[in-house]
Nanobody
Framework: QVHLVESGGGLVQSGGSLRLSCAAS????????MGWFRQGPGKEREFVST????????YYADSVKGRFTISRDNAKNTLYLQMNSLKPEDTAVYYC????????????????WGQGTQVTVSS
């Protein structure tokens, strides 16, 4: 019942920045906890960041802490991930996902997923 569409991925050089967006439809966005996950080449999907329904609780993976910022605009039904100081190891397909209300670090707790957007960081 939730349709999520990521955008904003692309090719960027090491040290650069990129802003990902995730547009939600199908139900009330303001009731959803949201998360960003990524899957690099030959790797399992890993947690990146999460935010609860009103933005009051946020958490980041240690690998991105201090470089990435998660935010949301409930009036626009959109989730964002601002990525700064990008590194080649950030190269992955990035997915947004939703669950009821709360934030979560665990992919199995999310109900709906977007199609993913490719982020490639060149060295």
């Amino acid at each position: 019942q939730v349709h999520l569409v990521e955008s904003g991925g692309g090719l960027v050089q090491s040290g650069g920045s990129l802003r990902l967006s995730c547009a939600a439809s199908g139900r009330t966005f303001s009731t959803l906890g949201m998360g960003w996950f990524r899957q690099g080449p030959g790797k399992e999907r890993e947690f990146v960041s999460t935010i609860n329904w009103n933005g009051g609780i946020k958490y980041y993976a240690d690998s991105v802490k201090g470089r990435f910022t998660i935010s949301r605009d409930n009036a626009k039904n959109t989730l964002y991930l601002q990525m700064n100081s990008l590194k080649p190891e950030d190269t992955a397909v990035y997915y947004c996902a939703s669950r009821p209300f709360s934030s979560s670090r665990y992919s199995g707790e999310y109900n709906f997923w977007g199609q993913g957007t490719q982020v490639t960081v060149s060295s």
